[in-house]
């Protein structure tokens, strides 16, 4: 019997796409900072839509990233640690051949 090896399961990458509502106690240069270089996920900034009043950053922006499963909890644990709104939706792009 082939039991499947459990350490590579956590390094299957999905695509997803997050929405994240700024409320004004994060920087959003900030955030797309600790998301990078402390968490190492690499993103692409799909749209985003930020006004800055006061030094506060409020509005929202929507992420692509490519994370393994362990890493897109620790992000989501890292905004709601942080009280940031956020929303994750599971990317699959049709491909044609």
């Given at each position: 019997?082939?039991?499947?090896?459990?350490?590579?399961?956590?390094?299957?990458?999905?695509?997803?796409?997050?929405?994240?509502?700024?409320?004004?106690?994060?920087?959003?240069?900030h955030?797309?900072?600790?998301?990078?270089?402390?968490?190492?996920?690499?993103?692409?900034?799909?749209?985003?839509?930020?006004?800055?009043?006061?030094?506060?950053?409020f509005?929202s922006?929507?992420?692509?990233?490519?994370?393994?499963?362990?890493e897109?909890q620790?992000?989501?644990?890292?905004l709601?640690?942080n009280?940031l709104?956020?929303?994750t939706?599971?990317?699959?792009?049709?491909?044609?051949?």
């Amino acid at each position: 019997m082939i039991t499947p090896n459990l350490q590579n399961v956590n390094l299957i990458k999905k695509e997803l796409i997050l929405e994240v509502e700024l409320n004004g106690k994060m920087k959003f240069d900030h955030l797309l900072n600790a998301i990078y270089q402390q968490m190492g996920i690499c993103y692409k900034v799909l749209s985003a839509n930020v006004e800055y009043m006061n030094g506060n950053n409020f509005g929202s922006f929507q992420l692509y990233i490519n994370a393994t499963q362990k890493e897109s909890q620790e992000l989501e644990f890292f905004l709601n640690n942080n009280k940031l709104l956020n929303t994750t939706v599971e990317y699959t792009c049709r491909k044609y051949s």
